[in-house]
């Protein structure tokens, strides 16, 4: 099977070419991804627990999916189908901001992101992919916080710094 390619793109989103995912991590080249925040009813948001085997940040929590644009799909596209293939459900989502980020890791790659931020509503009971997500919680945006601030190493770089920039998205009331 070939290895997911993702795409490289300039600071200003303009793409440049393809790469193997980890030729493009182990590089620490600028490439495109997404985030998706799923909310409910009770403005909590859906966190995921990244398996156990990932190649970076395993086991520690983080938004609800994440993952890398396919060459010719939209964000939006994206983001409904790893939400599918992660958390095994399908929803509307809507596209809210986007920021460039470059974190490295002990294991000597580096994610350097043009990442896309989302969010959804559902209220149900994700059906988790296992060789993808451990396991999920549904947490208030003000407890997130907190636990941040209070347990900074149980949780992704990434959903760190989105967090930070993504709160007063979080706050407002259910859509």
């Known amino acids: 099977m070939k290895e997911e390619e993702v795409i490289l793109v300039t600071p200003q989103d303009e793409q440049i070419g393809t790469m193997p995912k980890m030729e493009a991590h182990e590089k620490a080249l600028l490439h495109r991804a997404f985030s998706v925040f799923i909310m409910n009813e009770h403005g909590e ?33 994206a983001g409904k189908r790893r939400l599918l293939e ?30 896309y931020v989302m969010i959804g509503k559902f209220n149900g009971v994700p059906k988790i992919n296992l060789d993808e997500v ?21 949780y992704t770089v990434w959903f760190k710094i989105i967090f930070e920039k993504f709160f007063d998205h979080l706050t407002k009331p259910y859509r």
């Open 134 to 154: 451990a396991d999920f919680k549904w947490m208030r945006p003000s407890v997130i916080k907190n636990d941040i601030a209070q347990h900074p190493d149980k």
């Open 86 to 115: 992660e958390m095994g459900f399908n929803t509307e989502l809507e596209e809210l901001f986007s920021f460039i980020y470059k974190a490295p890791f002990d294991n000597g790659l580096t994610e350097h992101e043009l990442d």
């Open 45 to 77: 948001t859906m966190l995921q627990q990244r398996a156990a085997h990932k190649y970076h940040s395993p086991l520690l929590w983080t938004n609800t999916c994440c993952s890398h644009q396919r060459e010719g799909e939209t964000n939006i596209e």
